[in-house]
């Protein structure tokens, strides 16, 4: 072997573990960032020299910088944060809603229920007292008001709701371009012929935050660029991005394409928990406190209709509560100008109280499916409740499987420094060695050159 030859050798081996070591350092340098994978050197004999019929090795080579991942984890990673994602929005959303109802406090719509039906009974004890006409009347004024409050907020959530999904929409668009510009970084290193492992780290970040907002699908090419689609409509491939905006159909909050493409499918995300929230949960929650105050102002007129006032003379035929509609209980303004118009004698006779008496019965009647006024409204206080719960479990349990799985993936892709210090050694003895190797190809060049 000509001593030239060693030194290519040794030259080939100084440049070698030197980028080694630098890969290292990089390693150890992003220790502590969640979004890095740890990288690794994979070395390669270089193509041995064949010569008089004799082949020469030629040294060492890094054949491949290797980025520590798995496909089948991360896609497992992604999935999860998109149910842990919906779970965490309902359970914010659910528990803002739960506060609307001040339940119980003293000042929600249960205890204002019981309060107004216990002034009716009061009042057939003294049916002329002024003072129990007017507390009758202050108790339907407190219902009323605690009731168009708690609708006024459920709609102004919805409302709110509606901001969020278009703010969260345009945060998909963001991350849709990101991500189409990094695949195109991406295709052009790798096909020149190198491994651009930070930017697919960097890709592999925004794909997530993507895959928390909406549920997507990755597909990857063989050139390292990636396939996303949201909701079953391409959004992102290597030389394809699309974007997206709120629409609101029939009452759902739903994301379109602008291409064209259609209406993207929520299955997961926070996107999907905020439309079900605008679209289901608040509009059936609403539905319900409205069939218990219907049910309430159908009972409570039908017996006022058929009582007798206190005026002189006595009059019948009078509603108590004039309608509600879209949390408005309106009471009879007749009867709050002149409060001797409640209606509460059965014969119209002065001091009978039995159909006062009738009404604050109600609070125990069964007045719809076997069900009092104080069960119908505790069946919407429990449906809140346990749409609650469920979303709080749920979060708990996919914050426990996101755990393990980031666990998991540390195991793979978390720089061990442990380990990084043993690579540095290992990498700075072969460097030592092939500096050597230099010194002594030198000094036989030397001795040689001395012999002449």
Do not use: C
Not at 310 to 323: H, I, K, M, V, Y
């Amino acid at each position: 072997m000509a001593i030239s030859r060693i030194f290519d050798l040794s030259t080939r081996a100084l440049t070698t573990y030197r980028r080694a070591l630098d890969v290292t350092a990089h390693n150890i340098a992003n220790a502590s960032n969640p979004g890095f994978s740890r990288q690794r050197v994979n070395f390669s004999a270089q193509y041995a020299d064949s010569y008089a019929g004799r082949t020469w090795g030629a040294g060492v080579n890094i054949d491949q910088v290797k980025r520590a991942n798995n496909i089948l984890i991360d896609s497992q990673v992604r999935f999860n944060m998109s149910n842990h994602g919906s779970n965490s929005q309902s359970s914010t959303i659910l528990s803002h809603i739960e506060s609307v109802f001040s339940e119980p406090n003293g000042v929600g719509i249960s205890d204002l229920l019981t309060s107004f039906f216990n002034s009716w009974s009061e009042l057939s004890v003294s049916p002329n007292s002024v003072a129990h006409r007017n507390n009758v009347i202050y108790a339907a004024k407190q219902l009323s008001q605690k009731v168009q409050n708690v609708y006024d907020h459920l709609a102004s959530t919805k409302e709110n709701l509606k901001t969020d999904f278009s703010a969260e929409v345009k945060t998909i668009n963001q991350l849709i371009s990101s991500i189409g510009e990094l695949n195109s970084q991406i295709a052009h290193a790798s096909v020149n012929g190198s491994t651009p492992n930070d930017l697919l780290d960097k890709r592999d970040v925004l794909i997530n935050e993507l895959s928390a907002l909406i549920n997507v699908q990755v597909n990857y090419d063989a050139d390292n660029s990636t396939r996303i689609s949201i909701g079953g409509i391409l959004a992102v491939d290597r030389s394809f991005t699309t974007s997206f905006k709120m629409e609101l159909m029939n009452g759902k909050l739903s994301m379109v394409s602008n291409n064209g493409d259609g209406t993207a499918s929520l299955r997961n995300g926070e996107l999907f928990a905020i439309s079900e929230s605008y679209s289901k949960n608040i509009s059936g929650y609403k539905d319900s406190l409205d069939a218990v105050m219907n049910h309430l102002v159908e009972r409570v007129n039908s017996l006022h209709r058929g009582a007798y006032t206190a005026t002189d003379p006595p009059q019948t035929g009078l509603d108590f509560f004039t309608g509600y509609q879209d949390g408005i209980l309106q009471i009879n303004t007749a009867i709050i100008n002149d409060v001797m118009k409640l209606a509460v004698s059965a014969d119209g006779t002065s001091g009978n109280g039995d159909i006062a008496l009738q009404i604050a019965g109600l609070s125990t009647s069964k007045v719809f499916n076997g069900k009092t006024f104080s069960d119908l409204y505790s069946d919407l206080l429990n449906q809140i409740a346990n749409d609650k719960r469920t979303a709080d479990l749920n979060m708990q349990a996919g914050e426990l499987v996101l755990a393990n799985l980031q666990q998991q993936k540390l195991t793979y892709a978390g720089v061990s420094l442990d380990e990084e210090m043993a690579n540095i050694i290992r990498f700075q003895r072969s460097y030592d060695a092939s500096a050597r190797l230099i010194k002594v190809a030198d000094e036989m060049l030397k001795t040689i050159i001395d012999l002449v």
